[in-house]
């Protein structure tokens, strides 16, 4: 039959314009397209020969063969697979995919980025079109199995192609690209090159089940004849027994996948079946890297479909929070190159991301217990992380607080856990409490931690910046409501304890009453009340955020991103206890008494109450409003005291 040339269709001839003129970056990707091509062949002809057993076809040595010619310039892709007939070439390679091709190009005219148009491949069945990135001409020759006659495809992607039989084709399919000239400034590159085609096959298609066989490197010298070397792997480990793997085969794949040169501290194997097949084989590093808390890190999990690498950071399978975490996913039902967007939309995607990061926390529970040194490592490097789940993910926030640990006043040097705080708990305590700083020695000198200390309750010291955060949407944990030291008012005393100081505290509140409504007017600029303390043992005053106020800390966060954020008034407490506040109420009574004491008896009381609600101010980490004036009316009273 004589060779038979046809038009494109108008949609194809746009797009194979569009992919001649480069509209990917990375061109590395048509050899992936055609593996997966050819690995798809032999997967069908190996289904076909067991459901046929009467096919004429030569299933001995399924294998797939990339022969690079260097004089030529030409790349060939063959496999021994299922193969086409001459109406199946028509059919599937003269038109693009049958449909979807216009709505493909709208798609891509609206990609932002070359990477969202890179994943577009495939996705409407244009990755046999991939090829006319990198080459003038290509040439299809294919035979189905079982059939005698073959056909040849040709076409430079201009505007149409041709169609002829072929007698002498071989069972399978090969695509030769006649390659367009080396242009690296148009990441266009040699495409012959063995060490090239070598790195495409590790990256993309190590872990094909069939063997990916091409010369050997050093191969033709002198005339002999090339030794053929399989190229790929085929060792996907998630999907081999457990027993048929060793530690060190899973540490070469994590190092493979992760760059990183030490071991992984767990490895995790998952294997889903029913509706919706996957393989999963996650890793928990032993060390952060250095861009963890970089804007442009990525999660470190990569998506194959049926073994073919499909993209690196799949971040519809992992939490930002679990971001550490590396490995591979193998989904069974899912279509080659589908996109980033797809897979944030799909049902069967976010049933299997709920299970990975399930499995993810239950197995650093596990840790704790069987492998505590390993867990004590995990949080150390990736606590910080971790605890941004709770902002994120409140359908898994008892998990990842069951897993947290904390600095505590218990223990001086390790760290603690919710579950265990909660077991040291005194009786009738019905609080977790808490307190959040820049560093422990601050904390524990803090004023607010006088009373605590005092009664021998337990205080979570809680240092990291995400602290702040969390601790303002997490209100309890197994019954018990977290409560922060600094906020509110605090009751320690047992009832039998309440009993004997009641009437104490009574006298005190009426004999400080005139006191605090007067600091409360002159301090009003900058305090929500001034009040008598609970908290405090040694110290004359403390600073305290109202019940459902932010921190100064969480205020200073929010601006410090940018955010406006209205200027709170905190409360100053006093410790009628102390020398400086009890001479404070005795020199207010006196002044109150003799109103005709002076307009400078006057002054030295309201610097005296500003000075004491600075050193509080001080005391909790605060910034004063003038400093200046503050150093001026301090020094002012030491040179007194001389």
Known sequence: MPAETFEFQVEARQLLQMMIHSIYSNKDVFLRELISNSS?????????????????????????????????????????????????????????????????????????????????????????????????????????????????????????????????????????LRLKPEDAEDQLFDYTS???????????????????????????????????????????????????VTDEEYSELYKHISHDWTDPLETIRMQAEGTFEYQALLFLPSHAPQDLFMQGHKRGVQLYVKRVFIMDDCEALMPTYLRFVKGVVDAQDLSLNVSREILQQDRQIELMRRRLVKKVLSTVKDMMSAAPENYRTLWKEFGRVLKEGLLQDFENRDA?????????????????????????????????????????????????????????????????????????????????????????????????????????????????????????GQLGENVKEVRLSSRLTVSPACIVSDTHDATPALESMYRAMGQEVPHIKRILELNPSHPLISG????????????????????????????????????????????????RLMADRLERTL
């Not at 191969?219 to 027993?243: C, F, H, Q, Y």
């Not at 309890?476 to 008012?489: C, H, M, P, T, V």
């Open 40 to 176: 798809d062949a032999l997967d069908k002809l190996r289904l076909e020969t067991l459901r046929d057993d009467t096919i004429q076809a030569d299933s001995s040595d399924l294998h797939i063969a990339v022969e690079a010619d260097k004089e030529k310039r030409t790349l060939t892709v063959r496999d021994n697979g299922i193969g086409m007939s001459h109406d199946e070439v028509v059919q599937l390679i003269g038109t693009i995919a049958n449909s979807g091709t216009a709505k493909f190009l709208q798609e891509l005219k609206e990609a932002k980025d070359s990477a969202t148009s890179e994943e577009l491949i495939g996705q409407f069945g244009v990755g046999f079109y991939s090829s006319f990135m990198v080459a003038d001409e290509v040439t299809l020759l294919t035979r189905r199995a079982g059939e005698d006659q073959g056909t040849r495809w040709t076409s430079s992607g201009e505007g149409t192609y041709t169609v002829e039989s072929v007698d002498d084709a071989p069972q399978g399919t090969a695509v030769t």
């Open 194 to 244: 063995p060490w090239k085609i070598r790195e495409i096959v590790k990256r993309y298609s190590d872990f094909i089940t069939w063997p990916i066989r091409m010369a050997a490197a050093s191969a033709g010298e002198d005339g002999a004849v090339p030794e053929i070397e399989t190229v790929n792997s085929m060792k996907a480990l998630w999907a081999r027994s457990k027993n048929s």
């Open 400 to 520: 990842i607080l069951e897993i947290s640990s904390f600095a505590s006043t218990q223990d001086e040097e390790g760290l603690t856990t919710l579950r265990s705080y909660v077991e040291r708990m005194k009786e009738g305590q019905e609080q977790i409490f808490f307190m959040t700083g820049e560093s422990r020695a601050a904390m524990e000198s803090s004023p607010h931690m006088e009373a605590f200390r005092a009664k021998g309750f337990e205080v979570l010291l809680l240092t990291d910046p995400v602290d702040e955060v969390w601790v303002q949407s997490v209100p309890e944990f197994d019954g018990k409501q977290l409560q922060s030291i600094a906020k509110g008012e605090v009751d320690l005393d047992t009832d039998e304890e309440k009993k004997q100081v009641e009437a104490e505290r009574e006298k005190q509140q009426q004999d400080y009453a005139g006191l605090l409504t007067w600091m409360t």
């Open 584 to 631: 404070l109420k005795k020199a207010h009574e006196k002044a109150h008494a003799e109103q005709d004491a002076g307009e400078k008896a006057g002054t030295e009381l309201a610097e005296t109450a500003e000075l004491v609600h600075g050193l509080a101010l001080l005391s909790d980490g605060g910034e004063l409003s003038d400093p200046s004036r503050f150093s």
